[in-house]
């Protein structure tokens, strides 16, 4: 390929670029923090300032707005963070208990009847 075909392909890449910034409203804040490129930068690209953008960076954006698109098809609800936050806090209090379970078999560790409750507690998780 050469120079007027591969800028004649990035200048379609960038016109779809544009074109998709347009249809989902994205700032370039956005796309700053999905590419890892600066906003200012960004800005001069997607406005013409900057004439010959490197393939590198263009394909950076092209991925921030992929990201993004799939983010848009596939939103994160206020029900399913509840959920799991649930299940982190579940997941959290299991851990304390299993902490209180290591401390009672510390403290009776002697006494093998207890060790025996502690432990059919364990299994039955009745603890």
């Not at 300032?49 to 590198?56: F, G, I, L, Q, V």
């Not at 960076?57 to 092209?62: E, H, L, V």
């Not at 209180?100 to 510390?106: A, D, K, N, P, V």
Request: glycine residues 2%; proline residues 2%; charged residues 35%.
């Amino acid at each position: 390929m050469n120079n007027t075909d591969n800028q004649n392909v990035k200048e379609e890449v960038l016109n779809l670029i544009k074109e998709k910034v347009k249809k989902y409203e994205l700032s370039n804040y956005q796309i700053s923090k999905l590419s890892g490129l600066s906003d200012v930068g960004i800005a001069k690209i997607l406005d013409g300032r900057s004439k010959n953008p490197s393939e590198k960076t263009i394909k950076k954006i092209q991925l921030a707005i992929e990201t993004f698109e799939k983010q848009d098809q596939n939103p994160i609800t206020l029900s399913t963070l509840n959920d799991k936050l649930d299940f982190i806090i579940e997941r959290m209090r299991a851990n304390d208990l299993e902490l209180e379970l290591m401390f009672e078999i510390l403290k009776n560790s002697s006494n093998p009847e207890e060790l025996k409750k502690i432990e059919d507690r364990a299994k039955n998780k009745n603890f």
